[in-house]
């Protein structure tokens, strides 16, 4: 049997407590005599394969040829008997296992979470019991609706599971980056994905909601419009994984080892900044880069500029469940920051890619059930079903029950329990007593429980009523939220929104869904009503102004801060491989971004030495901001022709990144090309003289920060 692993805590930083920390620690984590200290690295390593400097063999270790089938004669058919290509044949033919029913593209890394203190008055949890104590991790982003072939850039919500190597066990929080979910039972989610899907009969669109059936969905089930807010909103489009935040959706429990339980909610907080793009951005992308998001992570990581984000908790009183206007139940529901802040519990960094995609990134099996001592479910209906499906589906991906087995989803702790056989048993058995209870194996493995072996309890605050097949009357409003978020945006993200909905809604071909659609969101507002009517060819609604208010919370805009750090953001400077002054320039520039981790890239019109990437497969959405060297020119007059790129790519690549909102810029002689892009002296334009590089970059680097000049962009007037 393959030995598993425990981590052991680390001391480290110490930070304030919660406040409802007011006692000791009481248990500590169990001791397993039969495990081994190691890294997350080296659990994972015991299952690689090097082939260098080796010979192919079949799967069961002959050395063989494998490049030519066996033939009865040189010109004559092939042999059945020809294991080799029957082997090599077979294998391929079942390479692939089922795509996720959703979330079905995405990325994943490893990194490391590290506790800022001991929360033992707050949770049982044992990788939250002391400062510094650190926790292996696996984190996969992903877009919902689309295929494992759809673009990384399309409007969605965005998957973010993250899985904890604990001392005890492991513990997922599979999340995504919008704080709430499109309904409040999980008996409608094959609804849900079925509308959101593409068309049965066409297939039509792939990774989208531009279309009927997810409108008709929608405007029917109207507490879908909280999350369709947030994803029409810069959510649904975020500059990469690194720039968004993650929620663990539902409401949860922490528990301390005496029973004690306080409802929750999981944020993480990135420490990159919120960021998104912008949609004909984001469009542009998905034919010019479909990776750009896995592609992103992956050379952040490897250039050893690893995001990182903090891990936070809302903490509720029990009895405060409905304090706040609505039910903590409700997953469609947030609880404004305002009303209870989040407590910071520690710090997760990702800094190693994985080394096999398949075997990592696709095989990993999160479950909202994997859960630790410490940390409980709610009665969320939503949580409730999901804990069932992760589950189920999992043994559809794999085709039996011992995908827990496969590297990635191990436990680094001893595994012991009464679980036999089933395709795909990777594990030697030696207890022949697989039962409880027993005395021929002195009783063992062991019953844990909340007194004893440190075992996993379920917290004594749990509610019971009589059965029922009804929705719960607190869950009732679903209009007050949606306008909450809508409150909170800028003008200009709030124009984002109504433009992301005039997009969607004018692909609608019925009549009734549009209308029902209007109906939905007058009921929200009657300014976005009216102001998607106008696009659609409707007749606005009058207002119908019950849950109309003017409530705001201000940790919901994307926009509204500047970016605490422009590591691993990219810059493309534009020049000519005909100026040497160009070149020498460019190259300066990049040094300078160099210092704070910027990655830059020099565009000419070929690979010449000190040349990067070439203008014809170059574009502004790919880079996060444009500069123009001085002696690059002329390449910018209007009219300009060659063989090398598209007619006027130079010109194109300023105007896209300008339009976009990103900063841009130009040194010396190339600074008149500004203003045939149309770029005036607003914010985010910069110039200078070819001299003074060092102030211009400086100056750069501050708009990389702002990010997006959303001043660039109009808006409706009233």
């Not at 929360?119 to 991790?137: D, H, M, R």
């Not at 880069?289 to 903090?310: C, K, M, T, V, Y």
Request: glycine share 8%; net charge negative; aromatic share 10%.
């Amino acid at each position: 049997m393959l030995s598993p692993y425990i981590l052991l805590a680390l001391p480290g930083l110490t930070y304030a407590v919660c406040p409802y920390m007011d006692g000791n620690p009481a248990l500590k984590p169990r001791d397993e005599s039969d495990v081994n200290l190691s890294t997350h690295s080296d659990f994972l390593k015991q299952f690689t394969i090097d082939d260098t400097n080796s010979f192919l063999t079949t799967d069961v270790g002959g050395p063989i040829q494998d490049n030519l089938s066996l033939k009865a004669g040189e010109r004559g058919p092939t042999l059945l008997e020809d294991f080799i290509f029957r082997q090599k044949i077979q294998h391929f033919d079942h390479e692939r296992v089922p795509e996720r029913a959703v979330h079905a593209r995405g990325a994943g890394a490893h990194g490391t979470f590290t506790s800022y203190a001991d929360f033992s008055n707050i949770t049982a949890a044992s990788f939250l019991n002391a400062a510094g104590k650190k926790t292996p991790v696996f984190v996969r982003f992903s877009t919902v609706a689309g295929s494992r072939g759809s673009a990384d850039t399309a409007r969605d919500v965005h998957g973010f599971a993250t899985r904890f190597y604990t001392d005890e066990g492991n513990f997922d929080i599979v999340g995504n980056n919008i704080p709430v979910f499109f309904i409040q039972d999980a008996i409608l989610f094959p609804d849900l994905i079925h509308a959101v899907k593409p068309s049965p009969d066409k297939e039509i669109p792939q990774g989208a909601t531009a279309h009927d059936s997810a409108w008709d969905f929608f405007s029917q089930q109207p507490s879908s419009l909280h999350t369709l807010f947030w994803a029409m909103a810069g959510n649904g489009i975020p500059r990469s994984y690194r720039h968004m935040d993650g929620f663990g959706i539902h409401t949860f429990r922490l528990v301390t080892d005496s029973g004690e339980s306080k409802l929750v909610k999981w944020h993480w907080k990135t420490k990159q900044g919120k960021a998104s793009l912008v949609w004909e951005e984001a469009q542009v992308l998905a034919g010019k880069n479909a990776d750009f998001h896995r592609a992103d992570l992956w050379d952040a990581i490897a250039s050893e500029n690893g995001p990182e984000w903090e891990l936070g908790v809302q903490i509720v009183d029990e009895k405060d469940a409905l304090a706040f206007g609505f039910d903590l139940l409700d997953p469609t529901k947030i609880i404004p920051e305002e009303s209870v802040p989040v407590k910071l519990l520690g710090v997760m960094k990702l800094d190693r890619n994985p080394r096999n995609y398949f075997a990592e990134t696709e095989q990993v099996m999160f479950q909202p059930g994997h859960i630790v001592r410490g940390i409980d479910f709610s009665e969320d209906p939503l949580l409730q079903g999901r804990l069932f499906s992760y589950l189920d589906t999992q043994l559809n991906r794999h085709g039996g029950p011992n995908f827990e087995q496969l590297p990635i989803n191990r436990p680094h702790v001893a595994i012991h329990n009464n679980n036999r056989d089933g395709a795909g048993q990777n594990f030697i058995h030696l207890n022949t007593e697989a039962y409880s209870p027993n005395t021929l194996n002195n009783g063992s493995p062991k019953q844990a429980t909340q007194n004893t072996g440190r075992g996993f309890f379920t917290s004594p605050s749990r509610a019971s009523g009589n059965l029922i097949r009804k929705a719960s009357s607190t869950f009732a409003d679903v209009w007050t939220q949606p306008r909450l978020f809508y409150n909170s945006l800028l003008p200009v993200e709030q124009q984002f929104v109504i433009n992301a909905i005039r997009f969607e809604v004018s692909h609608l071909q019925s009549e009734v869904v549009k209308s029902n659609v209007l109906i939905q969101l007058n009921r929200v507002s009657n300014d976005i009503a009216k102001r998607v009517a106008e696009v659609i060819g409707l007749d606005a609604p009058a207002p119908d102004p019950t849950f109309y208010h003017d409530n705001s919370t201000s940790f919901v805009s994307i926009f509204n801060d500047t970016l605490p750090t422009i590591a691993t953001l990219s810059v493309a400077v534009l020049a000519s491989v005909k100026s040497e002054e160009s070149l020498t320039q460019a190259a300066s520039i990049a040094a300078a971004l160099k210092s704070s981790c910027v990655t830059t890239a020099i565009v000419g019109e070929n690979l010449a030495p000190g040349i990067n990437i070439t203008y014809s497969s170059a574009d502004a959405s790919v880079f996060d901001g444009i500069i123009v060297a001085s002696g690059a020119k002329s390449l910018f007059t209007n009219g300009t022709s060659s063989t090398y790129f598209p007619a006027n790519r130079p010109l194109q690549i300023l105007v896209d990144g300008y339009r976009w909102g990103k900063p841009v810029g130009a040194l010396g002689s190339a600074t008149p090309v500004l203003q045939l892009a149309g770029a005036t002296t607003t914010p985010g334009v910069f110039s200078g003289n070819s001299t003074d590089i060092s102030n211009f970059v400086s100056a750069f680097e501050g708009g990389l920060k702002t990010f997006k000049f959303v001043d660039r962009f109009p808006v409706d007037t009233q």
